[in-house]
């Protein structure tokens, strides 16, 4: 039957501590990225909406165009049928064909007044569409130019760290395989509870290294005997002494060619 190797505590500091510098290189990368990929996500939500708008606007200002033609055109017919009325006019035989023909080209006049009345107000309409849509095309290329500008910046950190952090990534997932099962969800669960990804720290100036709470001396011995993992009472951080973390270091990792 196949033995399975125990570790002892100072092996397991050991792990531990390795993976936490392997993630913190991959920290400093996502710090020098910053917020630009979400200011580039932020951008190009927003342009999109505001392409949607303008092209909102733009089906809008088409059907108050196709409906001020259709008032052209009702214009056009009612000046036709008065043209006709006034011809019929000339040939009447009596007063009461007169009168109808009259209340019937003063109800074309009526629709003229009316048709004229709404086309003025739709060019009002569509001139104030106008404006928002220029607005709406400014605030576009502004956004474009400042997305260009982000993108650009973002590619930049990218061209110069993107192969650093594949091998970092891929140290990591390395690391994880060599940490106690117990101890790496204790560390996964740390690291998600700090901005600064921190769940192993050394003991600097008789203080925690990750909130700085003060550590007492007996405290402090049983870290540098390595015979248990220890936590910090105030942020439960895992604490390692100076001496281990001098003897757990990471390179660059290999780069493909």
């Known amino acids: 039957m196949a033995t399975v190797k125990e570790y002892s505590v100072e092996e397991k500091l050991a792990s531990v501590l390795r993976l936490q510098k392997i993630d913190s290189k991959l920290d400093g990368i996502q710090v020098l990225k910053g917020e630009l990929p979400m200011e580039v ?19 809008e200002m088409k059907g108050i165009q196709d409906f001020v033609a259709n008032k052209k055109n009702a214009i056009k017919e009612a000046e036709a049928l ?22 019937e080209m003063e ?51 990218i061209g110069e760290t993107d192969k650093e952090e594949k ?9 994880k395989t060599k940490v106690d099962p117990r101890l790496l969800q204790a560390y996964e669960k740390i690291r998600k509870n700090y901005r600064n990804g921190l769940a192993v720290v050394t003991v600097e100036r008789d203080s925690c290294g990750g909130c700085f709470n003060a550590i007492p001396p007996q405290r402090q011995a049983e870290i540098r005997q390595h015979k248990k993992i220890i936590v910090c009472e105030h942020c439960g951080r895992i604490l390692v002494d100076n001496d281990l973390e001098a003897t757990v270091t990471i390179s660059s990792p290999a780069l493909p060619a």
């Open 41 to 59: 996500k932020d951008l190009e939500d927003e342009i999109e909406g505001l392409n949607t708008r303008q092209s909102h606007i733009e089906n």
């Open 167 to 175: 091998g970092f990534r891929k140290e990591s997932e390395d690391a």
């Open 82 to 103: 008065i043209k006709k009325y006034e011809k019929q006019q000339d040939n009447v035989k009596n007063n009461r064909e007169f009168e109808a023909i009259t209340k």
């Open 107 to 157: 109800m074309q006049a009526l629709e003229i007044k009316l048709a004229e009345k709404h086309i003025k107000d739709a060019n009002e309409e569509i001139k104030e569409k106008g404006r928002v849509l220029e607005m709406a095309k400014k605030a576009v290329a502004d956004k474009e130019a400042n997305l260009k500008h982000k993108k650009g910046e973002l590619e930049k950190i």
